[in-house]
């Protein structure tokens, strides 16, 4: 049985991945070597994923370019040099993001991004991990039907 805090019930990892520093050998590695069903997003190549009916155990897996992560959390396609560089992303399905988040705050977590509305309609909060994972909180509406 999950033990949460109050105000921050997970519900599900929404996703996980590498986080890629050249994406031609990251390819080669996960879908030439290892076989995974990965593609690339339509109109950003870079970023490689599953399906969820194609890789089983996971909602999404993605290879992620650190210029991407980059730009989702700081606006810039540098990973700043005052952070470690993460080597894999995963995401937590939330109940409430707003409560999970004011939590983390209060707990002195250092926030990268807070209750953002990305692009692609998912809301996120992230951070990294004491383990130097880029973490995010989430609500991922189409994951939760």
Same mark, same amino acid.
């Given at each position: 049985? *999950? /033990?949460?805090l109050?105000?921050?019930?997970?519900? $599900?990892? #929404?996703?996980f991945?590498?986080?890629?520093?050249?994406?031609?050998?990251?390819s080669? $590695? +996960? %879908? /030439?070597? *290892? @076989?995974?069903?990965?593609?690339?997003?339509? @109109?950003?190549?870079? +970023?490689?994923?599953?399906?969820?009916?194609? *890789?089983?155990?996971?909602?999404? $897996? #993605?290879?992620?370019?650190l210029? /991407? #992560?980059?730009?989702?959390? $700081?606006?810039?396609?540098?990973?700043?040099?005052? +952070?470690?560089?993460p080597? @894999?992303?995963?995401?937590?399905? %939330? /109940?409430?993001?707003?409560?999970?988040?004011?939590?983390?705050?209060?707990?002195? +977590?250092?926030?990268? %991004?807070?209750?953002?509305?990305?692009?692609?309609?998912?809301?996120?909060?992230?951070?990294?991990?004491?383990?130097? *994972?880029?973490?995010?909180?989430?609500?991922t509406?189409?994951?939760?039907?």
């Open positions: 049985m *999950l /033990q949460n109050p105000g921050i019930e997970v519900l $599900f990892v #929404a996703g991945g590498p986080i890629s520093q050249n994406t031609e050998s990251s080669e $590695f +996960y %879908v /030439q070597v *290892l @076989g995974l069903p990965l593609k690339p997003m339509e @109109g950003n190549g870079d +970023y490689l994923l599953s399906e969820e009916s194609m *890789l089983k155990g996971v909602k999404h $897996f #993605a290879v992620w370019p210029s /991407q #992560a980059a730009n989702s959390c $700081f606006g810039a396609d540098q990973w700043p040099t005052e +952070y470690p560089i080597q @894999g992303w995963i995401e937590y399905e %939330v /109940q409430d993001l707003a409560s999970a988040t004011r939590i983390l705050s209060e707990k002195g +977590y250092r926030l990268l %991004v807070a209750n953002r509305m990305e692009p692609w309609g998912q809301t996120v909060t992230r951070l990294l991990s004491p383990e130097g *994972l880029l973490t995010g909180l989430t609500i509406p189409w994951l939760r039907g």
